[in-house]
Structure formats: structure tokens, C-alpha cells
């Protein structure tokens, strides 16, 4: 869903992270296999610093603080308290990890301090996305490596595609949105991405589109209740006043059109993923 530029703390912290919070286990079991693709790329190795921008409830942070050993460090950052607090609990216990409520795109990290940056649809959100990076490459050391994720295009990607169908069908079509402000789909364009980075001074940038299946936890009846209560649908049916009545009718044509992905392991929700890894710079 796309959010104005000066509402994004407002949304994440408020419906859309208590959503975020609820959904915590689901969602982690949905993206499992992008955050995979992440830290695959990452090339994360013993006593290295890691940042994690859009960190969320943390599964990203913890999952790559297990690869730095007894000296690393993992910092998540996030603009949205309400979920950096469950983040915070589910990290106790763990040294070398920390969360911190920040927007990357302005925040004053303390000098060259990280020697990798991940980011699971994290970096997608910035209102001026090179001003985001030439502030974020400033608090990265020479050398270090960058890997994220985010969705690529928009009709390869049915999580988002099939709940807004369905919505449109039973309710008619809220107000078009750009796809190219903050949003999920702000970099769906490997070109559009790589120029960002490119003008902020990274190198060695390649962006891959890849696809890949999410994996919903649970049945296609509760996967199509959570679609539904998530992105597109909702936010169709907040547009038009929907009741409960309108929100289990967008929830049985989701779930209609998902049967198409079940699989003998559950089902599998078809992506195009765009993978990215660059470098900064080493020190001349």
C-alpha cells in the first residue's frame, strides 16, 4: 500500500505495525524464503556489523546476527515503535543485537560503523530514495556489501494481485495510486534501482529479478482472511466504509483464486523478486 511521504512513522507505528505485530508469525513464514534470498547474498561473516533497514519485528535482525559469532553486532532500525517493541522482546537474551527507532534516510548513525546492509522490503519506503542512500552510504565502511529486497513487477505478484482483484470485484475500484511513490512497488524497475544507487555512489550494483513462492502458513480459507486483512484489500475496504459481510466475501474470492497454488507442501504463492547486492567504494 502506498502512504504519503510525511505519514509513514503515523501508519507503520499505528493500524498498519498493531497489524504487522498480530500477523508477526504469518508474515515471517510468508517472506521465509525472500529473507533466505537476502542473507544468502549478504556474504555475512564472523565479528562483522551488520544494519538491517525496515527491520520490523526483527526476524531479519536476529536471523543475521546467528551468522557474526561472538564479536558481531546486528543493528535493526525501523521508523515504527510498535513493532521495534516486539522486536525487542523477542531479542532478549541475545548479545550483539539491537534495534533502534530510526529512518534511515535522515538518522545520524555514529561514522563507518557496518560492514554489511540487508534489508527485506525495507528500502522501498523513502520519500527521496537517493537522498535516503547518500546518507545511509555515509555510515558504511569502505568495502562493505549490500543486499535487499524488494517486489518486482506488479502482475508477477499475486499476493498483492489476487486481494485487490477481488476487492474491485465486490466493491468497485478505490482512488489509483502511483506505484513509483513510497510504497511496495517503488523499485520494481531494476533500472530505476540501479540509478538510485548508482547516483549515491555505490558500484558493482545488480538487481535480479527472480521468481521465487511465498509460503503462507495455514489453510487457504485463513491465508485469503489474512490477504485480505493486508495491503490492497483493506485498504479498498476502508475506501468504501466495508463491513464484515463485504470483508468475508473478498476473503472467499480470495481464497477461490489461491486453490491454483496448492501444492502437496501447502501452498505456494508465485513472486518476482527483485534481489540486489552492491559494494561501496573501498577507502583510496
Known amino acids: ?76 532500525a525501523d521508523i515504527s515503535s510498535t513493532m521495534l517493541a516486539l522486536a525487542r522482546d523477542r531479542a532478549r537474551g541475545i548479545k550483539g543485537l539491537r534495534f533502534i527507532d530510526a529512518d534511515a534516510a535522515s538518522y545520524g548513525f555514529d561514522g563507518e560503523e557496518f560492514d554489511r546492509l540487508i534489508s527485506r522490503f525495507g528500502v522501498m519506503f523513502f520519500p527521496d530514495p537517493k537522498s535516503a542512500f547518500l546518507n545511509i552510504i555515509k555510515f558504511l565502511k569502505p ?34 495510486v502511483d506505484p513509483d511513490d513510497p510504497g511496495p512497488f517503488a523499485f520494481r524497475d531494476p533500472a530505476r534501482v540501479s540509478n538510485i544507487l548508482q547516483a549515491a555512489g555505490f558500484y558493482a550494483i545488480d538487481v535480479c529479478p527472480t521468481e521465487i513462492s511465498l509460503t503462507p502458513p495455514g489453510t487457504v480459507a485463513e491465508i485469503a482472511e489474512t490477504a485480505t486483512c493486508l495491503g490492497p484489500a483493506s485498504r479498498t475496504l476502508e475506501h468504501f466504509g466495508g463491513d464484515r459481510a463485504d470483508a468475508d466475501r473478498i476473503t472467499d474470492l480470495v481464497a477461490e483464486a489461491f486453490e491454483v497454488f496448492t501444492t502437496a507442501d501447502g501452498l505456494q504463492v508465485p513472486a518476482e523478486i527483485n534481489f540486489v547486492t552492491a559494494r561501496v567504494p573501498a577507502a583510496q
Not at 517486489?151 to 489509483?176: D, Y
Open 143 to 176: 568495502d562493505a556489501h549490500v543486499s535487499f529486497a524488494c517486489w518486482g513487477t506488479i502482475e508477477n505478484n499475486p499476493w498483492f494481485t489476487v486481494p485487490a482483484r477481488a476487492a474491485k470485484m465486490h466493491l468497485g475500484a478505490p482512488p489509483k
Open 1 to 76: 500500500m502506498s502512504v504519503a511521504p510525511s505519514d509513514q512513522a503515523a501508519f507503520w507505528t499505528g493500524e498498519a505495525g498493531e497489524v504487522w505485530v498480530r500477523q508477526q508469525r504469518f508474515l515471517d513464514a510468508l517472506m521465509a524464503p525472500v529473507l533466505e534470498g537476502v542473507l544468502a547474498r549478504a556474504d555475512l561473516q564472523p565479528g562483522q556489523t551488520v544494519l538491517d533497514i525496515g527491520c520490523g519485528t526483527g526476524d531479519s535482525t536476529i536471523r543475521a546476527r546467528r551468522s557474526l559469532g561472538e564479536t558481531g553486532l546486528a543493528v535493526g
